[in-house]
């Protein structure tokens, strides 16, 4: 699967995933295109390693233990 990115001369193209994080870091792209739309970069944190909140069962042990 590729994603679609704008670059800041306003190219569009297809890049691999891997790529994209470089693209963003280089600052090279002005957005990419989820499922639900463009991104633009700068508007928010887009490529968060932060999952949310775990809701399963706590499999860390204690310090106490």
Do not use: C, H
């Not at 600052?27 to 809701?55: E, H, K, P």
């Amino acid at each position: 699967m590729q994603i679609k990115v704008k670059f800041i001369d306003g190219r569009i193209e297809l890049v691999r995933p891997r790529e994209l994080q470089d693209l963003i870091n280089a600052r090279r792209i002005t957005q990419f295109r989820r499922a639900g739309g463009w991104v633009s970069l700068g508007d928010v944190s887009v490529r968060s390693t932060l999952r949310g909140n775990y809701l399963g069962p706590e499999r860390r042990r204690s310090i106490d233990s």
